[in-house]
Structures are given as C-alpha cells and as structure tokens.
Nanobody, 116 residues
Framework: QVQLVESGGDFVQAGGSLRLSCARSGSIFIPYTMGWYRQAPGKQRELVAVITTRDSANYADSVKGRFAISTDSAKNTVYLQMNSLKPEDTDVYYC??????????WGQGTQVTVSP
C-alpha cells in the first residue's frame, strides 16, 4: 500500500516562502513520477511540478522560476520549495505519485494561503 502524507502548508504573506514535504511509504516496483498538484474550490486540479522518470523537473509556467521540486536519494520524500509566493498561489497542494501504469496515489492535501 502506497501512502503519501504532506506537510508544510501555512499562511504566508505575498513574497514569502514555504517548503512543502511529502513522505512516501510503501513499495513501488515499476517506474513512477513524483509531483505536486494544486486545486482551489470549484477548479480543476492542476500540475505544479513533477519529477519525471528521467529525473528531470517540469513546472507549470505560473510557478517557473519561483518553485523548485526535489526528492531525497531514495525518493521517500518529495519537496516543493515555494519562493516569491503570490496570492494566486493560494490552494490546497497535493502530493502525487504516478506509476508507469498510470495509477495515481495522492496525499491528503495541505493548505497554502498567501495573503496580499
């Protein structure tokens, strides 16, 4: 059983920084990606950043240059460093693991609120 637990969401003023963490438990025996999504009420969940199976990082245009995704060497934890936060970054952020068979695992979500 794969489980993901996020932490690090908080209230922060515009221009501030936060680091989100996602701890993974359970074994995955096929290639997979790890990433972060975010979702506001009534809106579609959108990709924020992802580390591909080739260990490259992809970012949404809206966060490029401000956010950085990383993992530890064992890929037990994925981080999202968020700098220069803007009010439009306010969302629930979800950790994601997607396997080569397109099976998704999700964390419970962590709230990020950026005040103007």
């Amino acid at each position: 059983q794969v489980q993901l637990v996020e932490s690090g969401g908080d209230f922060v003023q515009a221009g501030g920084s936060l680091r989100l963490s996602c701890a993974r438990s359970g074994s995955i025996f096929i290639p997979y990606t790890m990433g972060w999504y975010r979702q506001a009420p009534g809106k579609q969940r959108e990709l924020v950043a992802v580390i591909t199976t080739r260990d490259s990082a992809n970012y949404a245009d809206s966060v490029k240059g401000r956010f950085a995704i990383s993992t530890d060497s064992a890929k037990n934890t994925v981080y999202l460093q968020m700098n220069s936060l803007k009010p439009e970054d306010t969302d629930v952020y979800y950790c994601n693991v997607r396997t080569a068979l397109d099976i998704d695992y999700w964390g419970q979500g962590t709230q990020v609120t950026v005040s103007p």
